[in-house]
């Protein structure tokens, strides 16, 4: 990378907006007030166009072309400083929803705690947010709770305004059209240099206001591979109990972003470490910390999901959610086998729905991912079975192939026979013909099964 930092070699090449800042006015810490930014010129910097879609930079030249301010803002600036080739983009604007919208026919304002711009271009959709002004500068416009999380603050700013109600201070830097230059308040890219993580302004005080701001340290941290700094890690360390308030519903998103997007296991681990994973599963922590095999699975599991991720291939909430619940689940099944004669699957089932009703409580996770989730968990039992129709039936399921890749991994960390599982992989490849000799079906056997079994009034059992 080559950008020029301050207090380094490379200062003399950075220009400042107004008037000279020095580093020592740009320290990020306490409540902030405006400051002039450190502006790094085009040469000095390695973020190029090329790596803008087609999408952002229409929206950013038509409205740098009305007069009005536009920059790229927040992951996508950070991602490109870092060669990662960022996929979403950003625009901070100093023109309000309704000026966005007459520029663009493919405009959707959204939002009702924010009121931001929507512009699609195909699939791709830029965000376009007008600069809001920060807690702090505005305190009598914004409203907490009793914890201090901001349920509202939709007053608009001024860029300088706007940086300080940012996280990070690699997520606060600003690319502009107009120039190509990029504006550093936070002293960002020297953090990106250094690969930490900072929060902006007082860490405990901005925890309070959004303490999913905790889950977005670790996750940047996991991705990044950026170290947290020492005061937002004690800062963490304090306020873990305050993800207790954030609505379950916002956590689903973000446990989306934290183990969909080809990180799981480094966030997973950061979680465990700083505490926040029993926040967010609490039945899964406590068997995580009674027995290491389910820790080595959940981890097997979580890298054959950053696997998927990487090779493009796609990956649902479900899977991942059943493995936190496994062996919770397992538990509660074999105690309700206890209670109440029913099968082993059924007890899954059951246990299952338990399960994934207390997590509810936590992270909302929507019906379409915890009924094959339940399926798939209440399957696993079926797998012991490879003789006859019904067994060979498992292979018609629809929930067949989730169901089989989570009984591999079973298998993969030794909770499950390995030959048996091979059989699965084995027959999938098989011909019906070569199947039925796979499941030892004799078309004779099925017929007087059926007539015994009816005899005795009893149906099937299942697993
Ligand atoms: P990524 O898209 O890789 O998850 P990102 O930094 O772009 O990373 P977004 O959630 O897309 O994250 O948010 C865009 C920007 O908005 C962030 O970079 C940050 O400046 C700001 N932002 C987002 N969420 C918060 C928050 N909870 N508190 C403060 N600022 C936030
Ligand atoms: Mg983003």
């Given at each position: 990378m080559s950008l020029t930092c301050p207090g380094r070699a490379g200062a003399a090449i950075i220009r400042t907006h107004n008037h000279r800042t020095s580093s020592s006015q740009l320290k990020n810490s306490g409540p902030q007030t405006p400051k002039a930014p450190q502006i790094i010129p085009r040469a000095a910097h390695t973020v190029s166009r090329k790596e803008i879609t087609s999408g952002a930079l229409k929206v950013l030249y038509r409205l740098h072309k009305s007069g009005y301010q536009a920059f790229l803002v927040g992951g996508c600036v950070r991602d490109a400083l870092l060669d990662l080739h960022p996929k979403d983009f950003d625009?901070?604007?100093?023109?309000?929803p309704e000026e966005?919208?007459?520029?663009?026919?493919?405009?959707?304002?959204?939002?009702?705690?924010?009121?931001?711009?929507?512009?699609?271009?195909?699939r791709e959709v830029i965000e376009v947010a007008t600069f809001r002004a920060a807690a702090i500068h505005a305190a009598d416009d914004v409203e907490h709770d009793h914890e201090g999380r901001i349920i509202r603050d939709n007053v608009y700013g001024k860029i300088e305004e706007d940086v300080w109600r940012r996280d990070f201070t690699c997520n606060a830097l600003y690319y502009?059209?107009?120039d190509f230059s990029i504006w550093d308040y936070v002293n960002g890219v020297r953090d990106i240099e250094r690969r930490r993580l900072v929060l902006i302004g007082d860490a405990d005080n901005r925890l309070r206001e959004d303490p999913v701001r905790m889950l977005r340290a670790v996750r940047f941290a996991a991705k990044l591979n950026?170290?947290?700094?020492?005061?937002?890690?004690?800062?963490?360390?304090?306020?873990?109990?305050?993800l207790a308030n954030v609505p379950a519903a916002?956590?689903?998103?973000?446990?989306?972003?934290?183990f969909e997007t080809g990180f799981a296991e480094k966030t997973f681990d950061k979680l465990r470490e700083y505490r926040l994973f029993a926040q967010l599963f609490p039945a899964t922590d406590e068997e995580?910390?009674?027995?290491?095999?389910?820790?080595?699975f959940v981890r097997a599991a979580l890298d054959n999901t950053d696997r998927r991720v990487a090779a493009g291939k796609s990956v649902?909430?479900?899977?991942?959610?059943?493995?936190?619940?496994?062996?919770?689940t397992e538990r509660l099944a074999a105690l309700r086998r206890t209670e109440e004669r029913m099968s082993e699957s059924q007890s899954l089932s059951l246990a299952a729905y338990e399960l994934a009703a207390q997590q509810q409580r936590r992270i909302?996770?929507?019906?379409?991912?915890?009924v094959p989730m339940r399926e798939m968990l209440a399957l696993q039992p079926r797998f012991m079975h490879t003789r006859g129709k019904r067994a060979m039936n498992l292979l018609a399921h629809r929930r067949f192939r989730a169901a089989y890749d989570f009984m591999l991994l079973r298998s993969k960390v030794g909770q499950f026979d390995a030959d048996v599982a091979e059989f699965w992989t084995k027959v999938q490849k098989q011909t019906a013909e070569q199947r039925v000799a796979s499941f030892e079906i004799r078309a004779s056997a099925k017929g007087k099964r059926r007539r015994r079994r009816s005899r005795r009034g009893k149906p099937a059992q299942t697993s």
């Open positions: 625009v901070a604007t100093d023109a309000t966005v919208r007459a520029l663009f026919d493919n405009c959707r304002l959204i939002g009702r705690r924010f009121r931001l711009a929507h512009i699609r271009f195909g502009n059209i107009a950026f170290t947290i700094d020492e005061s937002l890690a004690a800062a963490i360390d304090n306020d873990v109990e305050l916002r956590l689903f998103d973000e446990f989306l972003k934290m995580l910390n009674k027995d290491p095999a389910f820790l080595r649902t909430p479900m899977f991942l959610i059943g493995v936190f619940l496994w062996a919770p909302s996770i929507p019906r379409r991912f915890t």
